[in-house]
């Protein structure tokens, strides 16, 4: 394993940055986490990585930012990564709804969580920074039983062109593997696929040290906030979307067994089932209706806990949502619908995994 003392490249402050973005769930904070000590412990560098988050909730926005510098190079700043030389996207529905790019200059590296090819997302998200990295981290997680995380890191050290792959493997041995010692050759085999399967186009390029990518910005902020700080989103329930945070896996609602004992329900971290009046052997009572997929985080305690098996674990990109309950119809291809396997698709919203459910699903 080498040490690297002297960086690629480096900003005004001698320091080598990378901001990570995701939503809770995906495991950025982890990643963040594990690429400091990655410059720290293993590569002779001076680092510091922290994170920033709200809630703490699967679905809500994360940043991660890692510094790196030369060892005989004091690192102070503690401040948010602004100018990445890496960007990581962990899920690309961030895109236009949260400002991510923004910072983004010819030398920013980006490494993007899509299904589409790099030329397609550098088209399609007008990026062109000198460099596009794209992999489909879900499916690859999937795949090898792993985590998008770890996939994500595997394609960050690839993009990065000097981190050495077997510091990354060193690093999820002596530190997840100790901790995990189940999921180590599965968070192995998630590093290696993300390395071999991430493609990069070459895009062009502004000057340097210019914005390449036109910079995103809140629809609301200090300057042009309602006056008296007035939210016309009650609640907040417009944005209270949490199917992005899903990994692959949704709970699947077969009716015909379900006895209505309401343990989903008080297992349920989001209030998910629906309930309403109705008819039950014969006596009147409170009938599970079934899911709200919008809130749903995927996290599957509702099936561990189904004493009749009226939940079951099923591949999400099987079941889209039928056309009448769809939000975004031009983005869904038609295919099986909930309703033909059992669930009430009526009182669902978009539950297919397309790149715009971040933020109440609108386009």
């Known amino acids: 394993m080498k040490e690297i003392t002297l960086l690629p490249m480096t900003n005004e402050m001698g320091c080598y ?3 990570l973005e995701s939503i809770g769930g995906l495991g950025a904070n982890l990643c963040g986490k594990m690429l400091g000590e990655l410059g720290a412990l293993y590569l002779n560098l001076n680092a510091l990585s922290f994170s920033s988050y709200g809630s703490e909730k699967r679905g809500s926005p994360v940043k991660a930012f ?3 510098c030369a060892p005989d190079r004091p690192l102070r700043v503690q401040s948010p990564v602004t100018k990445p030389h890496l960007l990581g996207i962990f899920h690309e ?9 923004s910072g983004v200059t010819s030398e920013t590296v980006i490494v993007l969580n899509t299904k589409l090819s790099p030329e397609e997302a550098a088209d399609k998200y007008h990026i062109s920074t000198g460099r596009l990295f794209c992999l489909d981290a879900l499916a690859i997680a999937m795949e090898q039983k792993s985590r998008i995380n770890m996939v994500m890191l595997g394609a960050i050290v690839k993009a990065s062109g000097f981190l050495p792959l077997d510091a990354a493997f060193t690093l999820c041995k002596e530190t997840l593997g100790e901790k995990y010692p189940a999921a180590l050759a599965a968070n192995l085999s998630g590093i290696q696929a993300g390395y071999d399967k ?8 502004a000057s340097v040290g210019e914005s390449s990518t036109p910079t995103e910005q809140y629809y609301w902020g200090y300057d042009n906030a309602p006056i008296g700080g007035i939210n016309p989103r009650i609640g907040s329930t417009v ?5 992005p945070s899903r990994e692959g896996y949704i709970p699947l ?4 067994k379900c006895i209505n004992c309401g343990l989903c329900d008080s297992t349920c971290p989001d209030m998910v089932f629906q309930f309403a009046l109705g008819t039950y052997k014969g006596k009147p009572g409170m009938v599970n209706q079934g899911l709200d997929y919008r809130h749903c985080k995927g996290c599957l305690r509702c099936v561990e806990v189904c004493p009749t098996h009226a939940l079951v674990k099923a591949l999400e990109h ?7 309950a769809r939000t975004n119809q ?6 099986i619908a909930y309703e033909k396997t059992g669930a009430n698709s009526w009182i669902t919203s978009d539950a297919y995994l397309d790149e715009k459910r971040v933020d109440g699903g609108h386009v």
Do not use: C, M, Q
Request: net charge negative; charged share 25%.
């Open 239 to 243: 944005s209270n979307d949490l199917s």
């Open 318 to 324: 099987d079941y889209p949502s039928p056309p009448h």
């Open 17 to 19: 940055e990378i901001r």
């Open 93 to 101: 529905g961030l895109i236009g709804t949260h400002p991510v790019l």
């Open 66 to 68: 890692i510094r790196w």
């Open 330 to 335: 031009d983005l869904l291809p038609d295919s």
């Open 198 to 205: 991430t493609e990069y186009v070459e895009t062009k390029a």
């Open 253 to 256: 609602f077969l009716p015909e």
